[in-house]
């Protein structure tokens, strides 16, 4: 069984550009999230789906960040214009149920970002 | 607002020892907690799951424990091997959210 895709595995842009960041998710997941991981940090989440809906996106900063998911299996994530302090790396998750981080996620491996 | 504390220094131990982790945690009642493990360059990868209610889990030759009342969780790993060399992140679960800590590095030496 295939894990959960990611790609670019690496972007290199400069600041003001934007890029994006795509994500399939383990087939059957229902539950797709956004993660953030700085340099030495935890990853930090910035959205929640559940299916098509995104039910937790209180992290995501919406001036610049924006995402979807149609029909609720593969996601996208944007930013719009990039910043230097956007460089991280962004990882996608999946997991099967609706009860949210209830159970085992299962991590892509990450498209690390770098804004020059 | 919630803080989870994990040792900052890699944790180096040699191979056949058991390595101990700890997380700590403060302003949060999680329902459960996880660990997890992440290499370089990729995603963390699932280990295992406590919950509140429950002291001890095993499973092969990982273990751990969760004391809601000092807040903190220790991670064992008994008869260590190089192979186990990675960061060790806990995250605590609740509210339909998972809150990481920072991760524990740990090396195995031969």
């Known amino acids: 069984e295939a894990g959960v895709v990611q790609s670019p595995r690496y972007k290199i842009i400069e600041k003001k550009q934007p890029v994006a960041f795509w994500c399939n998710p383990i087939s059957g997941h229902n539950t797709l999230y956004w993660y953030r991981q700085n340099l030495g940090q935890g990853p930090e989440l910035l959205i929640r789906?559940?299916?098509?809906?995104?039910?937790?996106d209180s992290q995501l900063p919406k001036d610049r960040f924006s995402a979807e998911r149609l029909k609720g299996v593969d996601s996208t994530l944007k930013i719009q214009p990039a910043e230097l302090g956007d460089s991280a790396v962004y990882l996608c998750?999946?997991?099967?149920?609706?009860?949210?981080?209830?159970?085992?996620?299962?991590f892509g491996p990450g498209t690390r970002l770098l804004v020059l | 607002s919630q803080k989870i504390e994990q040792n900052s220094e890699a944790l180096n131990i040699q191979e056949g020892k058991t390595a101990t982790l700890t997380c700590n945690y403060t302003n949060y009642s999680p329902a459960y907690l996880q660990w997890y493990r992440q290499d370089p360059g990729r995603g963390p990868v699932f280990l295992l799951l406590i919950r509140e209610n429950e002291k001890e889990k095993r499973k092969e030759r990982l273990k751990v424990t969760f004391d809601t009342t000092l807040k903190q969780s220790l991670f064992h790993i008994t008869a260590s091997q190089p192979a186990d060399s990675a960061t060790y992140l806990c995250?605590?679960?609740?509210?339909?959210?998972?809150?990481f800590g920072a991760g524990t590095r740990l090396a195995v030496h031969p």
């Open positions: 789906y559940e299916n098509e809906e995104a039910v937790d």
């Open positions: 998750a999946s997991s099967l149920g609706r009860t949210g981080g209830k159970e085992t996620q299962y």
């Open positions: 995250a605590l679960g609740g509210y339909n959210k998972l809150i």
